[in-house]
């Protein structure tokens, strides 16, 4: 009566009668390797059920089996291991270490290390920071820090700039960010090295001194030292592609890749086809701006047989060259000339910009503490050592406490250990035992233990009165940065729709006045203002209403004459409402709603 | 206020009349009382008569000014701080009631049907400090199901197919109940099937008719089961537990609200004894209770979450939700459905049914209101857009 139903990648596929007898035999066929590895079988009680997966997709992760309380890895495996005998997946094979799903894990009892162990216990966790993943796992010390700091780091990580593969001059992605010298981190964890991180750091080691500094550092700001900058701290590069072919049109006319003569339509200035070679085509190395043409290419007309003025057919090609993205500038890095599947040529251009970084780029530790640039200071004014160590960037104290990232405070200690050892240390989360060690080393070698150190005020030469922790940190610099996002517009271009203002800094669109900033200029009782932002900032229009019947009359600009298409020549009168109202009586009208405007003189 | 002169007050009256000023009743006894203590002359008295009308005058509202817009950001911007945390237990250990952005929201909408609908019930002088009649009317409020008097639990035979209920005399005694009335209130709802009673034994079995030919299934019998299981035996309609507490006097709360029964009953204060349904509020004790109690609830909302909003904000919005003599929300279906002007409904929701119901009825827009005239691009009736000129009559 009570069988217990079998689910295979959730489809139901038969019942048993004795499910634990089963599951373990099920396991026993894996660990031996009568079955895939792949297979996780659970099995639970309380709802008769037993889910076998064995399907691609799920997150799986390696434990140590353990029978009678009794690990399987033994010290001789590891020995082979060492000496290469033995390699992981022998391990897996002879059923030593299995993955587990996130199903199964229900079913089992892991133990996080080897003195915890009893019994009952079915797994132990290989070292217990291998719950962590890829970006978790990148934070040093992280069981030190407050789990929202850990959570924002892990989605930082992802946006820091680095060497984000190893063949990008071989590439055109059209957009990607590199660091110049990324550096390996100098306090590392047991991640790092296993997911190879040291081959493709994303970050620099800095030199943080956390002391407030003039008020520039408010509100996680950081204060950078000018001459590191110089020096190439930070620095990174921003590519982009852009590409075109020939397109062949139907009726056997093509694109063309040529500098477009002055005939073409939609010709821009002579100046912005300077860089073009006889091709058509821009040389690499050229410096370019926005609105310069990278590409020169023409397509025929998209109506045949237009007619001028003087009744003959003229063939008057258009202009749709690539140009450099508004806003953007660079160097031509590099011109690609190759062809596309159906034989058309096809160029990629690539433009390269050097970015020095600047105020509002935003950098990271990885703790989760965040900032943005907030001054730029020359190293002669930056506070120094006694030693004459200069920091490379000054964090504002108030960021630490209320925050609870002490990883960092770690990190920075131990990089600073580090550094003097001339060697990496190891900030493996769970590794408990490390502080007493970096805290005795640097008394050993004439340092506080704690990190704080007396600092010399660089404008005046005084001593800084309080101590100032100091310490090396790996910070990233993140892909949020000013050039990419500086903009302001006093005039440019509408939508065709509505006359309203374009939206967006790439159509060089205008600035929101949104619906709660409308509130508040209605909360003030700022009548005309608000009136002035909506309307003639916008999409103003002096319609010419009838007085009759309060239909919007024509302006016959020939004749120069107005009448009502309804009523004829009746009085008609000049409205000022925004084109969007407009709009709406036009679409009521669509919709056989017939709107009448009742005019009245103004109060 | 009773030690206050009445010379003195009379005294300011006298003032405040001569000079024509239109004070709220109790500035004039503060006045009065500052007088008293400070032992002001005539002219003193005057001159702050004087001051008190300039401040008065300058605190009101002017006219043109966004009350509406100002109200609604004053509620709006602490509203966005409030956590969503749902349940918490406040005011009462062990009773639920719903708090935070939740209630406010509930509040607002005007909802017939409350989450966690709940009254404080207090008693009259002569109750007031009397433990056992607090008892005997929780008693009488909450919900006796019986299960709730049964000694151990239902017994079904399912060879007799019949149901033994075995009452407990001490439960029902606790609870001020009759064993003869449960068996009555039992035997008036279940017509169909016979009883038997035995002591405090009572077995129950459905009566063999035409519609149970087929002879009597189990599963009637474990219908039957559950009926009886909740059948009410005692209590208020909709009000669940009650719980007795004693803070200066006894207070009964309850989970679930039936206000008018429960004024009804004997040795209730009918006018500290309140709920927290609103709605309920205004069936039985009228509009402007409704109001007071949309008030009390949302500035108790608000406190609860450690915000304070003025009064006159939360008044303003209650003042909206009640101005037509019922409780309306502010939405779709309340104040911004109902406006005059087409283009400012329009504006809000359901846009194309408010044209289309315009223009069959032909509706006229006299563009009086602050979305109307921005829509169309004039300057708001509002502030600096409220003053216009105005030529003289020769």
């Known amino acids: ?603 | 206020m009773g030690n206050i002169d009445q010379e003195v007050v009379n005294k300011v009256i006298k003032i405040v009349k001569k000079k024509k000023i239109d004070f709220p009743e109790s500035y004039v006894n503060d006045i009065a009382e500052a007088c008293i203590r400070r032992e002001l002359t005539d002219k003193e008295l005057e001159t702050l008569i004087v001051r008190v009308k300039k401040a008065y005058e300058r605190s009101k509202v002017e006219s043109g000014e966004a009350i509406g817009t100002v109200a609604a950001q004053s509620v709006g911007e602490p509203g966005t701080q409030m956590t969503m945390n749902t349940f918490h237990y406040a005011g009462v250990v062990e009773l639920n009631v719903t708090l935070g952005l939740p209630r406010l929201i509930e509040i607002v909408d005007a909802r017939k049907t409350i989450s966690t609908p709940t009254m404080a019930i207090y008693f009259d002088e002569d109750h007031k400090f009397d433990e056992e009649f607090a008892k005997k009317t929780a008693s009488k409020i909450a919900k006796i199901t019986i299960n709730n008097v049964l000694d151990d639990d239902l017994h079904i035979d399912y060879g007799q197919m019949n149901v033994e209920v075995i009452i407990s005399q001490e439960k029902i005694k606790e609870k001020h109940l009759d064993f003869d009335e449960i068996v009555s209130k039992l035997e008036a709802k279940l017509k169909k099937h016979t009883f038997e009673i035995e002591d405090n034994k009572i077995t129950i079995a459905p009566k063999v008719d035409k519609r149970t030919k087929n002879g009597i299934q189990i599963r009637d019998i474990r219908l039957l089961v559950d009926k009886i299981r909740h059948f009410q035996i005692s209590g208020v309609k909709d009000v669940n537990r009650v719980i007795i507490r004693k803070d200066e006097q006894w207070v009964l709360h309850t989970e679930g609200s039936n206000l008018k029964a429960v004024l009804k009953m004997e040795g209730i204060d009918k006018e500290k004894t309140t709920t927290n349904h609103i709605h309920e509020i205004y069936t039985v004790l009228g509009i402007e209770a409704a109001r007071n109690a949309i008030i009390k609830e949302a500035l108790h909302t608000l406190d609860e979450q450690g915000l304070s909003v003025d009064i006159r904000h939360v008044m303003l919005v209650a003042d909206m939700m009640t101005a037509d003599g019922s409780v309306k929300s502010i939405g779709r279906h309340g104040i911004s459905g109902t406006k005059s002007s087409v283009l400012a409904r329009a504006a809000f929701e359901e846009t194309g049914k408010h044209l289309l119901n315009a223009s069959i009825r032909g509706e006229v827009d006299e563009l009086t209101g602050i979305i109307e005239n921005i829509i169309i691009g004039q300057p708001i009736p509002l502030g600096t857009g409220s003053v216009g000129i105005k030529m003289k009559n020769n």
């Not at chain 1, 009893?118 to 796992?137: F, K, V």
């Not at chain 1, 008057?316 to 690539?322: G, H, L, Q």
């Not at chain 1, 160590?389 to 960092?408: C, E, F, K, T, W």
């Open chain 1, 1 to 603: 009566m009570n069988s217990t139903k079998i689910y295979m990648n959730g489809e139901l596929i038969g019942v048993c009668e004795n499910p634990e007898e089963f599951v373990t035999e099920m396991r026993e066929k894996r660990r031996s390797g009568q079955i895939s590895e792949e297979m996780n079988i659970t099995y639970y009680d309380k709802t008769s059920e037993i889910y076998i997966f064995n399907d691609p997709g799920r997150a799986r992760r390696p434990l140590i089996i353990v029978k009678n309380g009794i690990p399987l890895l033994e010290d001789e495996h590891i020995q082979e291991i060492t000496e290469g005998k033995l390699k992981w997946d022998d391990l897996i094979v002879n059923g030593i270490i299995e993955y587990l799903d996130a199903e199964e894990e229900e079913n089992s009892y892991i133990a996080m290390g080897i003195n915890d162990l009893n019994e009952d216990h079915t797994h132990l966790e290989i070292d217990p920071s291998t719950m962590l993943g890829i970006c978790a796992g990148i934070i040093p010390f992280s069981n030190h820090n407050s789990s929202p700091r850990n959570t924002m780091e892990a989605g930082m990580t992802k946006q820091a700039l680095g060497l984000y593969v190893s063949n990008y001059m071989h590439r055109t992605d059209t957009r990607a960010h590199l660091l110049h010298q990324p550096q390996t981190p100098m306090v590392k964890t047991r991640i790092i090295d296993a997911t190879d991180y040291d081959k493709r750091p994303s970050g620099q080691n800095f030199v943080v001194a956390v002391m407030s500094f003039e008020g520039y550092n408010m509100e996680d700001a950081l204060i950078l030292n000018k001459s590191s900058l110089e020096r190439g701290l930070a620095r990174s590069s921003f590519f982009r592609s852009y590409e075109t072919f020939e397109r062949k049109y139907p009726g056997g006319q093509e694109d063309k890749f040529e500098v477009p003569g002055k005939g073409v339509r939609g010709y821009r200035s002579e100046n912005a086809y300077r860089h073009l070679d006889e091709d058509g085509i821009i040389n690499s190395e050229s410096y370019v701006e926005s609105g310069d043409v990278l590409i020169g290419k023409t397509s025929p007309p998209r109506f045949l047989e237009e007619i001028d003025e003087f009744g003959s057919a003229n063939e008057k090609r258009r202009e749709t060259s690539v140009t450099v993205r508004n806003g953007e500038k660079g160097i031509v890095d590099a011109v690609l000339l190759t062809e596309t599947v159906e034989g058309s040529k096809l160029t990629k251009i690539r433009v390269r910009d050097t970015r020095q970084p600047e105020f509002g780029d935003k950098f990271a530790s990885r703790h989760g503490q965040k900032g943005v640039v907030g001054l730029i200071l020359s190293q002669e004014d930056v506070p120094f050592t006694e030693n004459g160590v200069v920091p490379d960037l000054i964090v504002n104290p108030h960021a630490i406490p209320s925050r609870m990232s002490v990883g960092q405070v770690l990190e920075m200690v131990a990089g600073k250990s580090g550094c003097i050892k001339g060697e990496r240390v190891d900030g493996t989360p769970f590794n408990l035992d490390i502080e007493s060690e970096i805290r005795n080393f640097l008394t050993d070698n004439g340092f506080e233990p704690n990190g704080c150190e007396s600092l010399y005020n660089g404008m005046t030469g005084e001593r800084i009165e309080a101590e100032i922790f100091i310490g090396v940190a790996y910070y990233q610099k993140l892909h949020h940065m000013t050039t990419d996002k500086m903009y302001a517009r006093s005039r440019g271009p509408v939508q065709v729709l509505t006359k309203q203002p374009t939206e967006g800094r790439a159509r060089e669109g205008g600035l929101r006045f949104g619906e709660m900033e409308r509130d508040c200029l209605i909360a003030h009782g700022a009548a005309l203002a608000l009136k002035e932002r909506l309307l003639d900032e916008s999409d103003k229009y002096e319609a010419i209403v009838c007085g009759k019947c309060g239909m919007l009359s024509v302006h016959d600009k020939i004749r120069n004459k107005i009448y009502c298409p309804i009523c004829g020549e009746v009085d008609s009168f000049p409205v000022e409402i925004s084109y969007a109202f407009k709009l709406l009586l036009d679409e009521l009208k669509s919709l056989c709603v017939f709107p009448k405007l009742i005019l009245e003189d103004k109060a």
